[in-house]
């Protein structure tokens, strides 16, 4: 089946990014995303302007992935698709233009899980980047979602420990809104981190039993020491920003790793995976090499574009899924909380 050329569309649309890909044996030709300024000025995604937002995007989207990739529709062998979880209304606009496209081709549709293409994208074929064999641990670390999942194969995989209340992106975003950050504010935590004494101020870990997490206590605790600081001294924000952002910045990688070095205990696994949007955390790369020395794992962090919501993922499982002839039916609807 291998030996074939196939050309595989990803669309995804989970959230706030339009995103197209064209994938070619397993190698991204094309890699499209049209991200949507809009939310910035609400400090977060208001899912009616999302989904407003991608119906605008998708066509020139996808007219630029193909156009990119050099090769027309009709060269297409299937139409990959996110089929969620995300915001529905955003979903909504991916699965139909993709099911409509396959249906005016007549070439099959496939239906694609977010998260398993987020621990997928380590299998893009990418120079300098590595494959994890299997079994792996993945950790997936996003603005929606927090999980810890055992890949026992390319559509094996169970969640083995995950958020029960708010994910790690948001702990950023809504640490970054207290001090006064724009949104998204994860990136810029991470800059001023770079500046700043991590140990400057200790914020508590939350205690929950397992492989779970949970970050709502921590925003919280950030809030009342924030509001008590500022209290004293107006000027506390701006006098110790990077300090502060580097202390929320180490308090929330401790969360991460520890779990992680449960998990590894627990199942005996030393291959170590991370995805999603906040795997492009400068500390928390760091914090997996150093991990590399103290526990002996072995961790692979996909090339950045693949991190972040984008097609490649989708592309890349939808190969997979090509290969096994795993294909969906036209009556296939979006699911907002699909599971692994």
Known sequence: MSSQNIYILGIESSCDDTAASVIYNGRILSNVVASQKIHEEFGGVVPELASRAH???????????????????????????????GLMGSLLVGTSFAKSLAFGLNIPLIDVNHMQGHILAHFIDEEGFNKPPFPFIAMTISGGHTQIVKVDNYFEMTVIGETID??????????????????????????????????????????????NFSFSGFKTAVLYFIQREVKANPDFITENLND???????????????????????????????????????????????????????????????????????????YLKYLEGDFAEQDIVASARLKI
């Open 55 to 85: 119906q605008q995007n998708i066509v020139p989207v996808v007219h630029q992935a193909l156009k990119k990739a050099n090769i027309t529709k009709e060269q297409l062998n299937a139409i990959a698709f996110t089929r969620g979880p």
């Open 166 to 211: 708010d994910a790690v992106g948001e702990a950023f975003d809504k640490s970054g809104k207290i001090l006064g950050l724009g949104y998204p504010a994860g990136p810029e935590i991470d800059k001023r981190a770079k500046l700043g004494n991590p140990k400057a101020y200790k914020f508590t870990k939350p205690s929950v039993d397992g492989l």
């Open 244 to 318: 502060i952002c580097a202390s929320i910045q180490y308090t929330i990688i401790g969360i991460l790793i520890d779990k992680l070095k449960l998990a590894s205990k627990q199942t005996s696994i030393k291959h170590i995976a991370i995805g999603g949007g906040v795997s492009a955390n400068s500390g928390i790369r760091q914090a997996l090499k150093d991990g590399e020395q103290k526990f002996g794992w072995t961790t692979y962090v996909p090339k950045f574009e693949f991190t972040t919501d984008n097609a490649a993922m989708i592309a890349i499982v939808g």
